[in-house]
């Protein structure tokens, strides 16, 4: 049976903004409830509109952003109770990889010193037990030692990505977030990116959580899809059952916003009404209730519990409540 690395429980993460010009605070609550377990080795794509909670939900597993309460297990322990020292070791195993590779590396920088960087911190490696690691790593995504002297600005966008995913590789880490890692580059590059993620999943049997709002990357890339809805996880699946039998009003439509070019494979576009609502004023019931296509009069009074329809397949919709009674 597959390891579980990281297991999320009854998470919520909150903070305060200023509300417009006034000095009124508001609280935004980003992340409500998640209930998750990753596995290692697997590729596990968080999607969703942008301000659903994704990208709040995969910083606060690396402690980038606060958890207002639950629980975080790293190989069964509690990353929210980590010390200095543990948090330390924590993060060389958690790694990034940011959407923007222009804005990622620091231009001032060489690639070979960018890349030396994590290592002068974080070990206590000879030069040449450095260079080593850095050659491996660099000729790993596709580059060679040739460009090491050389500043980002010489590079393309997708050569600037496989610098970046050089880099979080350094440390050896045990999982990856990708952060939109293929949405800033060229279509004719994205393929490359996502082929390389591929091979480094299974060459070092490396976990990734990737942070997309773009489900035909998921489709192609990840093992299991988390779908969330202002911060709560409302549908969990294998890549098949979210793509094949998606379960939830909010996957379906989704799911039909995807352009095919397949004409037997086209589906009637579902429009959503309204706006996703304010992260700071969630609506009461079920939190898709003001735009749901399938809404019923206990949806906007009560909470959907999460409910397996089948092996690993989650859905939190009163839907599926009804039908299983
Ligand atoms: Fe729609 Fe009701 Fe299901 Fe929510 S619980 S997704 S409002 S049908």
Not at 74 to 82: A, T
Request: hydrophobic share 40%; charged share 25%.
């Amino acid at each position: 049976m597959t390891e579980t690395l990281l297991q999320i429980k009854d998470l919520y993460v909150e903070y305060e903004t200023n509300k417009g010009f006034a000095e009124e605070k508001q609280v935004i609550h980003a992340v409500n409830g998640a209930n998750l377990e990753i596995k290692k080795g697997e590729i596990l794509a968080l999607a969703g509109e942008s301000g659903c909670g994704k990208s709040t939900l995969a910083k606060s597993i690396i402690r980038l952003e606060k958890a207002k309460s639950g629980e975080i297990d790293f190989y069964g322990k509690n990353v929210l109770k980590f010390g200095k020292k543990e948090l330390k070791d924590y993060r060389k195993k958690a790694q990034m990889i940011f959407q923007n590779p222009y804005s990622s590396l620091n231009p001032k920088m060489k690639i070979i010193d960018i890349l030396k960087e994590p290592l002068l911190i974080n070990t206590n490696l000879s030069d040449i037990e450095m260079y080593e690691i850095i050659k491996e790593k660099i000729e790993k995504v596709g580059l060679t030692t040739d460009i090491l002297n050389l500043y980002p600005h010489e590079f393309s966008g997708g050569q600037r990505q496989r610098i970046a995913i050089a880099r979080a590789l350094i440390l050896n880490p045990e999982f990856i977030l990708a952060d939109e890692p293929v949405s800033a580059l060229d279509v004719s590059i994205q393929a490359q990116i996502i082929n390389l993620l591929r091979e480094l999943r299974n060459d070092y049997n490396l976990t990734f959580i990737l942070i997309t709002h773009d489900m035909g990357v998921i489709k192609y890339l990840a093992d299991r899809v988390a779908i969330m809805y202002l911060g709560e996880i409302v549908e969990l699946g294998t890549t098949s059952q979210i793509f094949y039998n998606p379960k939830h009003p909010y996957t379906k439509a989704l799911l039909s916003a995807i352009p095919q070019l397949n004409e037997n494979e086209k589906q009637e576009r579902i429009i959503l009404s309204g706006d996703l609502p304010s992260p700071a004023n969630l609506p009461q019931g079920c939190k898709f209730h003001t735009r749901c296509p399938n809404c019923m009069d206990i949806c906007s009074k009560c909470s959907p519990k999460e409910l397996e329809v089948s092996d690993g397949h989650k859905v939190k919709c009163f839907l599926y409540m009804k039908l299983n009674k």
